[in-house]
């Protein structure tokens, strides 16, 4: 198996993970007997633990490697998911989405840092495509939780199921995977002088700035996009939930397109477009009062942030890379630590807005933050053309952007 498959599967396993247990969570509500306030806080367990990983994830995947350590988490978050079906309270639920919000952090960065290595050694923009594997098993995860729901099946039943499937996966992949050797040099190796930390890099803010940006308008798409066809656009509840499927699918297909378009566009370019195409999506989605108008506003959405996250994270990878092409750990975990706390604050900051006005002004917000993205974008290409270290594509494609 070739490690390219090999880290494929393993952005499709993280995405199933996600969308096997979220998709559950109307299950373990009633199990644990949370209401909604509780559920509230119990759900926030995995936001916190990721947000307090994302600073040490890139320094472990340095250290350790990203074979050991995408093994190592893959598998305990895969050991964790059962465990979900055996909370008895909301406490308890809270305690295991924090341990797999630990978990997940090391899988994600260790991950992006094994796509970034895998496409720098076959000389192609391949990050687009492994993301595409992330949404496609998002949406693999949540469909067979719907199944498993229909079938009667109990969350912890369940969850295991997808447990050992998933651990047998990671045992089909786990020898292909890059990042064999530690981060420890050879005894022989002059190790290469280590760059300046991520914090002091002004381009890494500005990448870690879009990827803000993207998580907040990601997450409230995600979120808050079938509440809001049914308050705002009176569509029903089932009719309403359409518009996340529209959403993630579009990003998901859009995603698979990555590689040719960032050969011809290159990165820059593919992001500033993206997020106009996202800002504009959102902005038909709310100043324009027609559910269908709606729907593609979403779809529309989904595709301008397509290429969000993965074109950053190999952006902050090269960013950080060595002249003799190791590194980039660490700003990978910096972009990461950054982007989550969009993750962790966009939803109660949409629902804030909405309380206090309404949730169309709350989404004019999401459109609007988006719409930075495009600025950013110019002020971090700048940035990477000012400091001489622009990271460069493939030969065979263009670097205009």
Same mark, same amino acid.
């Given at each position: 198996?070739?490690?390219?498959?090999?880290?494929?599967?393993?952005?499709?396993?993280?995405?199933?993970?996600?969308?096997?247990?979220?998709?559950?969570?109307?299950?373990?509500?009633?199990?644990?007997?949370?209401?909604?306030?509780?559920?509230?806080?119990?759900?926030?367990?995995?936001?916190?633990?990721?947000?307090?990983?994302?600073?040490?994830?890139?320094?472990?995947?340095?250290?350790?490697?990203?074979? !050991?350590? !995408?093994?190592?988490?893959?598998?305990?978050? @895969?050991?964790?998911?059962?465990?979900?079906?055996?909370?008895? @309270?909301?406490?308890?639920?809270?305690?295991?989405?924090?341990?797999?919000?630990?978990?997940?952090?090391?899988?994600?960065?260790?991950?992006?840092?094994?796509?970034?290595?895998?496409?720098?050694? !076959?000389?192609?923009?391949?990050?687009?495509?492994?993301?595409?594997?992330? @949404?496609?098993?998002?949406?693999?995860?949540?469909?067979?939780?719907?199944?498993?729901?229909?079938?009667?099946?109990?969350?912890?039943?369940?969850?295991?199921?997808?447990?050992?499937?998933?651990?047998?996966?990671?045992?089909?992949?786990?020898?292909?995977?890059?990042?064999?050797?530690?981060?420890?040099?050879?005894?022989?190796?002059?190790?290469?002088?280590?760059?300046?930390?991520?914090?002091?890099?002004?381009?890494?803010?500005?990448?870690?700035?879009?990827?803000?940006?993207?998580?907040?308008?990601?997450?409230?798409?995600?979120?808050?996009?079938?509440?809001?066809?049914?308050? *705002?656009?009176?569509?029903?509840?089932?009719?309403?939930?359409?518009?996340?499927?529209?959403?993630?699918?579009?990003?998901?297909?859009?995603?698979?397109?990555? *590689?040719?378009?960032?050969?011809?566009?290159?990165?820059?370019?593919?992001?500033?477009?993206?997020?106009?195409?996202?800002?504009?999506?959102?902005?038909?989605?709310?100043?324009?009062?027609?559910?269908?108008?709606?729907?593609?506003?979403?779809?529309?959405?989904?595709?301008?942030?397509?290429?969000?996250?993965?074109?950053?994270?190999?952006?902050?990878?090269?960013?950080?890379?060595?002249?003799?092409?190791?590194?980039?750990?660490?700003?990978?975990?910096?972009?990461?630590?950054?982007?989550?706390?969009?993750?962790?604050?966009?939803?109660?900051?949409?629902?804030?807005?909405?309380?206090?006005?309404?949730?169309?002004?709350?989404?004019?917000?999401?459109?609007?933050?988006?719409?930075?993205?495009?600025?950013?974008?110019?002020?971090?290409?700048?940035?990477?053309?000012?400091?001489?270290? *622009?990271?460069?594509?493939?030969?065979?494609?263009?670097?205009?952007?």
């Amino acid at each position: 198996m070739s490690a390219r498959t090999a880290v494929f599967v393993i952005f499709v396993l993280n995405g199933a993970t996600y969308g096997s247990w979220a998709a559950r969570v109307p299950a373990l509500t009633t199990q644990v007997g949370a209401t909604e306030g509780t559920l509230g806080l119990a759900l926030l367990g995995s936001s916190v633990g990721m947000v307090l990983m994302a600073p040490f994830a890139g320094r472990i995947c340095a250290r350790l490697g990203e074979r !050991l350590v !995408l093994a190592l988490a893959s598998g305990l978050a @895969s050991l964790l998911l059962p465990l979900l079906g055996l909370a008895g @309270s909301p406490v308890q639920l809270g305690v295991v989405l924090f341990g797999m919000g630990l978990l997940v952090c090391l899988w994600d960065v260790a991950m992006n840092v094994a796509a970034a290595e895998v496409g720098r050694v !076959l000389d192609r923009p391949l990050m687009p495509q492994f993301h595409s594997g992330f @949404s496609f098993g998002g949406l693999l995860g949540s469909a067979a939780a719907g199944l498993a729901a229909t079938a009667g099946w109990s969350p912890l039943r369940h969850l295991a199921a997808v447990a050992v499937l998933s651990l047998a996966a990671i045992g089909l992949v786990a020898r292909a995977l890059p990042g064999a050797a530690s981060g420890r040099p050879t005894p022989d190796a002059v190790p290469a002088a280590p760059g300046p930390a991520p914090i002091r890099q002004p381009v890494l803010w500005l990448l870690a700035g879009i990827a803000l940006c993207a998580a907040i308008a990601e997450g409230a798409s995600s979120d808050w996009s079938a509440l809001f066809l049914v308050t *705002e656009r009176g569509s029903g509840e089932g009719a309403a939930a359409i518009a996340f499927s529209g959403f993630a699918v579009a990003m998901a297909l859009t995603r698979l397109l990555g *590689e040719p378009a960032q050969r011809r566009w290159g990165p820059f370019r593919l992001l500033g477009t993206g997020a106009v195409v996202a800002a504009v999506g959102l902005a038909t989605a709310v100043l324009v009062p027609v559910a269908a108008t709606a729907y593609a506003g979403f779809v529309l959405a989904g595709m301008g942030l397509a290429f969000a996250f993965p074109l950053v994270m190999d952006l902050a990878s090269r960013v950080g890379r060595r002249p003799d092409g190791t590194g980039g750990q660490s700003a990978i975990g910096f972009v990461t630590a950054v982007s989550y706390t969009g993750f962790l604050a966009g939803p109660p900051l949409v629902g804030g807005l909405a309380q206090a006005s309404s949730l169309t002004v709350s989404m004019a917000v999401v459109a609007a933050v988006a719409a930075l993205m495009a600025p950013t974008v110019w002020l971090a290409h700048r940035a990477v053309r000012r400091g001489a270290a *622009e990271p460069s594509q493939p030969a065979r494609s263009s670097t205009a952007g």
